[in-house]
């Protein structure tokens, strides 16, 4: 069930997920789909939801176009949040309220055919060299668009156009933790080790997951990452492992 839109100015919708779930919609507010503006609203959101929902809040779950808003039953309901939303959209939605609070990550990164069994076909699929497509996926600058499948799994956009792959036909049964990784537009690091269909092209010696820290996560999302090579002998000093 979907309630009505905001306004024309600001054309979300309000789904029920669940009895004690909304999914804020917010696919009308980009129409080209995901990107930088859209990564910046949802940063907005993640910072004053919380403020504008109180203790009622159990947790946001924000991904590419759309925020998850938990809710406990014994403190409000699908409708009170709805006038909360609708009362504060000139806050939450226009573009003056985003803020560029959003932290920038540097992973380091060891770029190698033992360290990323498929960086040496992903070169010769698109005809470059494994310098150039460690350069290329190294330059880049990486939002973080969700965050999911594993705790500390990231989805980073978007990648070099000259390096989109398509995911393996056949995924393997176990991928090495760190290991960093593409699939069509994006790049991640698997922060522990796992199934996985997606292309090896080195390893990150830095872990990414932790129960007992906080926070337990290094990044965001709306965050920046950013992978810097590294050599062999300076992965095992950082506790890389082969």
């Known amino acids: 069930m979907h309630l009505q839109l905001l306004s024309a100015e600001f054309p979300v919708r309000l789904r029920i997920h669940s009895e004690q779930a909304l999914l804020l919609d917010l696919t009308a507010l980009a129409p080209q789909g995901p ?11 993640r910072t ?3 403020a504008l929902l109180g ?3 159990l947790e946001l779950v924000p991904s590419y176009t759309s925020v998850l808003i938990i809710f406990d039953l014994l403190k409000t309901d699908h409708g009170e949040i709805w006038q909360k939303i ?3 959209q000139m806050q ?6 985003q803020t560029n609070a959003n932290k920038i990550i540097e992973l380091p990164c060891y770029y190698s055919v033992e360290s990323g069994p498929d960086l040496a076909g992903v070169a010769a699929l698109h005809q470059l060299s494994l ?24 989805y980073l956009g978007f990648t070099d156009p000259r390096m989109n792959t398509p995911r393996l036909a056949n995924p393997r049964p176990v991928v090495a933790a760190g290991s960093v990784a593409i699939a069509d537009r994006q790049t991640a690091v698997y922060p522990a080790a796992s ?3 997606w292309h090896l092209l080195g390893n990150c010696p830095l872990p990414l997951f932790d ?8 990044f965001a999302v709306g965050d920046t990452v950013r992978f810097v090579p590294i050599e062999r002998s300076e992965f095992l000093r950082l506790g890389g492992q082969l």
């Open 35 to 45: 990107g930088p503006a859209l990564m910046q609203l949802m940063h907005n959101l």
């Open 48 to 50: 004053q939801l919380p």
């Open 55 to 57: 203790d009622a809040l």
């Open 86 to 88: 609708v009362s504060a």
């Open 92 to 97: 939450l939605f226009r573009p003056e309220a």
């Open 131 to 154: 310098a150039e497509l460690v350069k290329l996926h190294s330059q880049q600058s990486y939002q973080v668009y969700a965050i999911g499948f594993a705790p500390g799994f990231a």
């Open 195 to 197: 199934p996985g269909g």
């Open 211 to 218: 129960l007992h820290a906080d926070p337990m996560l290094p």
